[in-house]
């Protein structure tokens, strides 16, 4: 399968990026490239693979849920670029009427 230049432009346009010609070509050309792998994959017969969610056994995949101390208030504010009386100060983002 080919990638034609619009869907090209139309993926670029989405991701917001600004491509010159030449890279729209190379793009064009890898994501042809990797369609082209994909289909090859797609090809192979997996009707004797049980469908699997993980290769590995997952077990204890949760962290423990204990409490423990916060960090000092002046730790935190250390790199803070404005505080005011033991608070991040911000900037207003709603005006009061």
């Known amino acids: 399968m080919s990638i034609d230049r619009e869907t090209v ?14 890279e729209r070509e190379h793009l064009r050309e890898q ?26 056994p997952m077990t204890n995949v ?12 002046d730790t935190l504010l250390a790199n803070a670029p404005a505080r005011e009386d033991g608070y991040f100060r911000v900037r207003a983002v709603m005006d009061e009427e």
Request: charged letters at 20%; aromatic letters at 0%; one cysteine or more.
């Open 9 to 22: 432009e139309h993926v670029a346009r989405l991701a917001r990026l600004a491509l010159s010609e030449d």
């Open 62 to 73: 949760m962290a423990v849920d204990t409490s423990r101390p916060s960090c000092a208030p």
């Open 31 to 56: 994501l042809s490239a990797i369609l082209e792998h994909i289909n090859v994959i797609s090809e192979a017969d997996t009707s004797q693979v049980a469908a699997s969610a993980n290769i590995l």
